[in-house]
């Protein structure tokens, strides 16, 4: 008994995990006048907006940011709610 409780609980971990977490992707980019800028995406039902704003923080270091844009693309998929929050930012020089 006690091994198919780990087997099913081993399982649920892996399935759940992924779901769980909060995913903070960045890329660089150029903005439409030549300007190089940054893409935070802070996406997963963990994430938040926090989360974006110290990654760009993180990157851009004591000089700061500036932000361009934001946007926010809540789906739901499989019954999850699930929110793309997106950032894009120039660092202050």
């Known amino acids: 008994m006690k091994i198919d409780t780990i087997k099913i609980f081993n399982?649920?971990?892996?399935?759940?995990?992924?779901?769980?977490?909060?995913?903070?992707?960045?890329?660089?980019?150029?903005?439409?006048?030549?300007?190089?800028?940054?893409?935070?995406?802070c996406s997963g039902p963990l994430s938040s907006w926090q989360s974006c704003y110290e990654k760009i923080g993180s990157i851009c270091g004591a000089y700061g940011y500036e932000v361009i844009s934001s946007t926010l693309d809540g789906n739901t998929i499989r019954g999850n709610e699930s929110d793309k929050r997106v950032i894009i930012a120039r660092c202050k020089k």
């Open 11 to 41: 399982k649920s971990i892996f399935i759940l995990l992924p779901l769980m977490s909060a995913c903070t992707q960045t890329q660089e980019m150029k903005t439409a006048d030549g300007q190089a800028a940054i893409s935070v995406e």
